[in-house]
């Protein structure tokens, strides 16, 4: 790495860190019972997962105690980032990708998780093999996923949040024990 990409990153991580600090003192001052909890919580994680990202990138090992930060939160970041190298601009500017368009790209993306299950049910010979439409059948699962976290994202939801909720009414309506 030449000195100037050393400089960049480690710049980056400052950025990063004091970007951290701002989005911890606006959630530490978020009641949780407030309406933009959410949105603020959303933005603190994808805060924590760049600076997670930056320090990598400097070649620091991250030790954290506590609960590190969430699968989720790092999947937005990274989701978030890459949206914008492959053209479809910043979610959240009006010329950018929309609900409707990552609405109708997970739709795309269930359509062809259908087509590897209706292929793994049939077993017709001109199939692939039960173990090939096992590994597509994977790669299809979380191609939904991704879609589903620009979607949300939209939207700013936290889908730890959304998803937990909706599966304790669940249980809840039917009388069941499982939460989240």
């Keep these: 790495m030449t000195m100037d990409k050393k400089i960049a990153a480690q710049r980056a991580e400052f950025e990063a860190c004091a970007k951290l600090a701002t989005q911890w003192r606006r959630l530490e001052m978020t009641a949780v019972v407030d309406d933009d909890y959410p949105a603020v919580r959303a933005d603190y994680e994808r805060s924590l997962a760049a600076f997670m990202l930056a320090m990598h990138a400097n070649g620091r090992v991250f030790i954290a105690e506590g609960p590190a930060?969430?699968?989720?939160?790092?999947?937005?970041?990274?989701?978030?980032?890459?949206?914008?190298?492959?053209?479809?601009?910043?979610?959240?500017?009006?010329?950018?990708?929309?609900?409707?368009?990552?609405?109708?790209?997970?739709?795309?993306e269930v359509g062809e998780l259908c087509n590897m299950l209706k292929k793994y049910?049939?077993?017709?010979?001109?199939?692939?093999?039960?173990?090939?439409?096992?590994?597509?059948?994977?790669?299809?699962?979380?191609?939904?996923?991704?879609?589903?976290?620009?979607?949300?994202?939209?939207?700013?939801?936290?889908?730890?949040?959304?998803?937990?909720?909706?599966?304790?009414?669940?249980?809840?309506?039917?009388?069941?024990?499982?939460?989240?």
């Excluded at 969430?70 to 500017?93: C, E, P, T, Y």
């Excluded at 699962?141 to 009414?169: E, G, Q």
């Design 69 to 108: 930060p969430s699968f989720l939160a790092v999947l937005r970041a990274q989701n978030l980032s890459r949206v914008v190298r492959f053209g479809h601009g910043d979610i959240k500017a009006p010329h950018g990708w929309g609900p409707m368009q990552w609405g109708c790209a997970l739709a795309g």
């Design 121 to 180: 049910q049939r077993q017709m010979p001109s199939d692939p093999t039960p173990d090939e439409l096992h590994a597509e059948i994977g790669k299809e699962i979380a191609d939904v996923f991704i879609y589903l976290d620009l979607l949300a994202s939209t939207f700013d939801f936290d889908l730890a949040r959304v998803i937990a909720s909706k599966f304790n009414a669940t249980s809840k309506k039917y009388g069941f024990p499982e939460r989240l």
